[in-house]
Structure formats: C-alpha cells, structure tokens
C-alpha cells in the first residue's frame, strides 16, 4: 500500500497502480484554516472549514452545467463513537485498516471500503455522489 500524509489527510494509493488515488482519511487540526481535502480532479469535493465568530460567505447558489460522474464517490464523518475502517483496492484485497475518531473524514474515490462501528450509539454522516439508482447499478459486493 502506498500512503502518505499532508496537512491532516493521509492519501491511499493502489499497490497496483500507485498513481490511483482511492482513499482519504482527514483528521481535523484546529489551524484557522480552510483545507481542501478532495482533488480538484475527483467529483466528490469536500473541505475543512475553521470559521470564526460571526465569519460568513458571499450568499451563493451553484450553477447547472453537464458534470461525468463515472463512479459513485462516498464521505464518512463521523460525529460520535468510534469506527473501524477497512479500505480495499481495485481488486478487492483488502489495503489497510484505520480508527476513526470523532470529527474524523473518510473519503473513498474508487476500490472498497466497509466500516464497523466499535461503540454503542456511533453517529455518522454519509455523503455520495448521486443521483442513486439503487444497489444493482451502484454497487459490486466483495
């Protein structure tokens, strides 16, 4: 497995094609920053924000324009409790395992990934690219 770290995220690559980015684990750090986790390549995007008191944005809305979405992408924070991470690669053998923590980010691109929940009342949200046509055309079990 390759992986690495930067600013709070460790990156998982294929073992077999260690250019294919398939995981993301973020563990928060109080910088008073925002950090984009997801490339800018991926069609999940997903970022840490610090804000401060009062802190607010221009109000906005986004723009509908033809997007590719090939492959469904999912998100994971977790909110309370703790879980186990199990990320797999393109051919289905299992690549690591990982704690999450509460305030902790997962993100899966592409290969496998499963979660177990290690305490009672775990609290999680899940965020996917959709639309969702249901289990036969967005999921492969392994």
């Given at each position: 497995?390759?992986?690495?770290?930067?600013d709070?995220?460790?990156?998982?690559?294929?073992?077999?094609?260690?250019?294919?980015?398939?995981?993301?684990?973020?563990?928060?750090?109080?910088?008073?920053?925002?950090?984009?986790?997801?490339?800018?390549?991926?069609?999940?995007?997903?970022?840490?924000?610090?804000?401060n008191?009062?802190?607010?944005?221009?109000?906005?809305?986004?723009?509908?324009f033809?997007?590719?979405m090939?492959?469904?992408?999912?998100?994971?924070?977790?909110?309370?409790?703790?879980?186990?991470?199990?990320?797999?690669d393109?051919?289905?053998?299992?690549?690591?395992?990982?704690?999450?923590?509460?305030?902790?980010?997962?993100?899966?691109?592409?290969?496998?990934?499963?979660?177990?929940?290690?305490?009672?009342?775990?609290?999680?949200?899940?965020?996917?690219?959709?639309?969702?046509l249901?289990?036969e055309?967005?999921?492969?079990?392994?």
């Amino acid at each position: 497995m390759t992986s690495k770290f930067s600013d709070g995220i460790e990156y998982f690559y294929s073992k077999n094609d260690p250019s294919i980015l398939l995981h993301q684990l973020f563990t928060p750090k109080d910088n008073n920053k925002r950090t984009n986790i997801s490339p800018e390549n991926q069609s999940l995007q997903v970022a840490y924000l610090s804000l401060n008191n009062q802190q607010t944005f221009k109000p906005h809305k986004h723009v509908f324009f033809e997007r590719q979405m090939p492959i469904a992408q999912e998100s994971w924070v977790l909110i309370t409790g703790k879980v186990k991470i199990f990320y797999y690669d393109l051919d289905d053998k299992l690549l690591t395992t990982r704690d999450m923590q509460s305030g902790d980010c997962t993100i899966t691109y592409r290969g496998g990934h499963n979660y177990q929940a290690l305490e009672e009342g775990t609290l999680v949200y899940e965020f996917k690219t959709g639309p969702y046509l249901g289990v036969e055309k967005d999921k492969a079990f392994i």
